[in-house]
């Protein structure tokens, strides 16, 4: 299986701060990388497919970047509505394996 | 707009079978462009893939190793929705049970609200 880590675990953060999370795998992914975020209690949502496609209706602060086993997840400038926890997910091969999450805090 | 109803028990006895369904709207399940993914969240072991099915023609089904003496996922075209039966669960299988749909390149879109799904006595 393709292991897939993320760093930070945890980012503390301000309003209209930059932030970048990044997550590496095990072996060559190409661009099969999600990101997707999530709230306490509901389902992830998807952000960024093929490691840096906005997903269509997410901000524009939102940025991905990156191939084979390092990509990155940029948020340009915090918004109040981004604290929550990221995920990064590959879809190189079967099983899919995601990433341990990052949670942004304030 | 694809949506995903989850539905099925929050409480399961160790060793019974746990059984979720995911009805589906707006999309269909033998649809040649999607496939019909069951993923779960826990505390210890994140967010795990557990299994799919898909229609290309014929069914097809892929299987998390970890789980795949114990699952199956069976489509249902006449109510347009698929379902997880999990055998023989332990503690460790108590989760958040999403069922997710993928697009043909594999890209997990559309989530269902979840369901936790909770193995005790």
């Known amino acids: 299986d393709i292991q897939m880590t993320q760093s930070p675990s945890s980012v503390s953060a301000s309003v209209g701060d930059r932030v970048a999370i990044t997550c590496r795998a095990s072996?060559?992914?190409?661009?099969?990388l999600a990101w997707y975020q999530q709230k306490p209690g509901r389902a992830p949502k998807l952000l960024i497919y093929?490691?840096?496609t906005l997903q269509s209706g997410v901000p524009s602060r939102f940025s991905g970047s990156g191939s084979g086993t390092d990509f990155t997840l940029t948020i340009s400038s915090l918004q109040p509505e981004d604290f929550a926890t990221y995920y990064c997910?590959?879809?190189?091969?079967?099983?899919?394996?995601f990433g341990g999450g990052t949670k942004v805090e304030i | 707009q694809v949506q995903l109803q989850q539905s099925g028990p929050g409480l399961v006895k160790p060793s019974q079978t746990l059984s979720l369904t995911c009805a589906i709207s707006?999309?269909?399940?033998?649809?040649?462009?999607?496939?019909w993914n069951w993923i779960r969240q826990s505390p210890w072991r994140g967010l795990e893939w557990l299994g799919r099915?898909?229609?290309?023609?014929?069914?097809?089904?892929d299987y998390a190793v970890s789980v795949k003496s114990r699952i199956s996922i069976n489509a249902d075209t006449s109510k347009n929705q698929f379902s997880l039966h999990l055998n023989f669960v332990t503690p460790e299988d108590t989760a958040v049970y999403y069922c997710?749909?993928?697009?043909?390149?594999?890209?997990?879109?559309?989530w269902g609200q979840g369901a936790l799904v909770t193995v005790s006595s």
């Open positions: 099915t898909y229609y290309r023609p014929g069914w097809s089904y």
């Open positions: 072996q060559g992914i190409r661009t099969w």
């Open positions: 997910l590959q879809a190189d091969s079967f099983p899919l394996t």
């Open positions: 707006g999309d269909s399940v033998s649809s040649s462009g999607a496939a």
């Open positions: 997710v749909r993928a697009t043909a390149a594999g890209l997990l879109d559309y």
């Open positions: 093929d490691a840096s």
